[in-house]
Every structure is written in C-alpha cells, then in structure tokens.
C-alpha cells in the first residue's frame, strides 16, 4: 500500500491501546531491518528521517527507498514517513513536497538562533503555538500529519539556553493541544537523547503520572516518547568487548516503557539503540575477520542484528500482529478528513 499518514497508525493503536516504535534511518541496510522486522510481526511501524539524516543520504533517496518498502515490497504492512526534530517551516515544506506522510515541528527550541555558548533557546508557549500552527497550515493542506512537542528533553534538547529540561506542564499540553489542534505530541517526562540517560547504579526514575494526566486530558491525542532507547547491556558490552568504548551507557528499561504504553504513549522513538546494534556487528566482524573489507560482510550481520532486536522491540510494545487491523486511509482522504 502506498505510505499512509501517521494518524491513521496512532489512531488505530490509541484505540488498541498499544505502542508503535517510531525507528530512526539514515541508510539502506536500517530500512530493510525495520521493514523486515514489521512485515515478520505483522506490525504497523514508523520511519522517521531526523535533519541530519536528510543532509546525509540526499533527502530523495531515502524518500524513494521507504516508498518502494511500503508500496512494493510489503503492501500488506501500514508504514508511515515522519520527519524527526523538524527544526523550521522549510524543511516542513521540503518533506512534504518529498511525499512524507507525517512531520514533527519540534518548537519547544528556536533552531535559527543560537546563543553565544551555541545552544538553541527555548521558544515560549505563544512562539511554539504559532509555529506549530504555521507547521499544521502546511501539512494538514496535504493530509500530512503534524507532532508536536511541549517541554524540552534531555541530549539534543539540553542545548538550550539554561541547559535544563523542562518536564511537560499538563496544563500547558492541554492548552497547547486545544490552541493547535496537534495530532501527536511529544512529552518530556524525563528521558533525554543518546546512550547515556542516567547515571549508572542509581535508580531509573521517568514522570510516568504526566502521561496519566495529559491522556485523561487530551484522549484523542496520540502520546509520543521521544529518548526511548534502551541501551541494553548487552549490545553495550559487545560493543566494548570489541573495542569500543561506550562505558556507563544507561537508557529507559523496556518495561518502563511498557508502563508508558499501558498510561497511553503511542509512538516510540528509537534511534540509539539500532546505532548500538550495528556498532557491535560491524566491530564484531572487524575483530573476528580482519581480513575481510567487502562491506556486505560487515553491513549485512549489522543488518541482521537489528532486525533481531527490531523484532523484539515490536513484540514487546504490542505492535505485532496489528498490521492487518484496519484499511489504508490515504493523504487524500486524510486532507478531506482535516477539511481541507
Ligand atoms: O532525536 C535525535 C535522533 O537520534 C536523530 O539524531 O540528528 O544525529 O540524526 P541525528
Ligand atoms: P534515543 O536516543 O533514545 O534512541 O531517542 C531517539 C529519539 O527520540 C528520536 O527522536
Ligand atoms: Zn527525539
């Protein structure tokens, strides 16, 4: 089928109150282990593309190989293309002209300015209201999806100005919500981007009761966990084991993650993880086979390893076996359905 907007997948998943792994790409060999993951467990499943990524694999490329998944390769599985940390209304605009099916406005930070230390300030309420009703302009005229964050996480995000994050105001993401009219939004409840989210041997705490609150609040709208890798030990010791060095790597337990989806998360974005798994395969093989330099030995193994813990993660959030629940919808429709 042909890629559907992201909507539709939260939507369906709030109804089945279960979670979607929304799982970063940047090349070839990522897409097929997401892909080949989802079609395994019958899984429903989101691609998102982060602006780094766009600069680094030609934004069309990877456009046209997601397209190619959803339309020729496995037509029986919904996949969605978001644009992850969408940083201005330009790149909005470029995505959608791309045929991305959903795109995040991340205006809880200003990305066109920078202070003196170079870290993006926070935006207020009012600047992230307008711009996300700027994004919403833009994409709902196409049937495209919108998320939106309100309050700032840790990693990327703790490139602001006072280098604090700021948990999600319930009240503040009611109001936002009601203002916007947002279909996702992301919420800060503790976790941060990359490896290391907390300090090693203390206790993993997240503000799980913020997610209780704004789903009682706004039921219609699809819950989004950003930081939600797991780093698990097992991928970082192997990565040590050969040669690495990623020591004190800490992320959110999976069933933690669990609890979130049980309180109403929807989508939960991965990156680090799928990083983690093909840093190991690749040194793994660079260790046992130094000899070998065809990439298809080292990518391919790495290909394999993410899929395997794709597969696990898709199980564990409650995704598997949804893909066959419910029809395509398509950006069409989606337009006419926002009244466009
Ligand atoms: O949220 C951030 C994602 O991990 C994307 O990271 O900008 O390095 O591609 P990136
Ligand atoms: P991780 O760094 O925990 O994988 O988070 C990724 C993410 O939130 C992408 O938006
Ligand atoms: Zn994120």
Redesign the pocket.
């Known amino acids: 089928m042909a890629l559907v907007p992201m909507k539709l997948i939260l939507d369906e998943a709030n109804k089945g109150e279960y979670g979607v792994g929304?799982f970063?790409v940047n090349n070839m060999e990522q897409l097929q282990a997401i892909c080949d993951a989802a079609a395994e467990t019958e899984s429903p499943v989101i691609i998102?593309v982060?602006r780094n990524a766009l600069k680094y694999a030609d934004k069309g490329l990877l456009a046209a190989m997601v397209r190619y998944m959803a339309e020729e390769k496995y037509p029986h599985i919904p996949m969605a293309l978001h644009l992850?940390?969408g940083p201005d209304i330009e790149t909005i605009k470029e995505c959608v002209e791309l045929g991305f099916t959903s795109v995040?406005i991340d205006g809880s930070l200003d990305y066109g300015t920078k202070d003196e230390a170079g870290k993006h300030p926070p935006r207020s309420f009012e600047d992230n209201v307008a711009i996300t009703k700027e994004a919403i302009a833009v994409a709902h005229a196409a049937g495209v999806s919108v998320e939106g964050e309100i309050g700032t996480?840790g990693?990327i995000e703790d490139d602001t100005v006072a280098g604090a994050v700021h948990l999600t105001e319930p009240d503040e993401a009611e109001e936002f919500v009601k203002q916007t009219g947002v279909d996702a939004l992301a919420l800060a409840i503790g976790?941060?981007?990359?490896?290391y989210?907390f300090p090693v041997g203390t206790e993993v705490k997240l503000a799980l009761n913020i997610i209780d609150d704004v789903h009682k609040r706004c039921p219609q709208t699809a819950l989004v966990?950003?930081?939600?890798?797991s780093?698990p030990k097992h991928m970082v010791d192997e990565v040590n084991k050969y040669g690495g060095k990623v020591p004190n790597a800490v992320?959110?337990p999976t069933a933690m993650i669990q609890d979130a989806i049980k309180r109403g998360m929807r989508k939960v974005?991965?990156?680090?993880?799928?990083?983690l798994a093909i840093t190991a395969a690749i040194r793994k093989v660079f260790t046992e086979k130094p000899e070998a330099f065809d990439p298809r030995k080292y990518l391919g193994p790495a290909r394999d390893a993410v899929k395997t813990w794709i597969v696990e993660e898709m199980k564990a959030f409650g995704t598997a076996g949804h893909a066959r629940d419910y029809k395509p919808v398509s950006l069409e429709e989606m337009k006419a359905r926002y009244g466009g």
């Open positions: 929304a970063n998102q982060s992850d940390h995040m996480l990693g976790t941060s981007h990359g490896a989210k966990m950003h930081g939600s890798s780093v992320g959110v974005n991965i990156d680090t993880d799928g990083r």
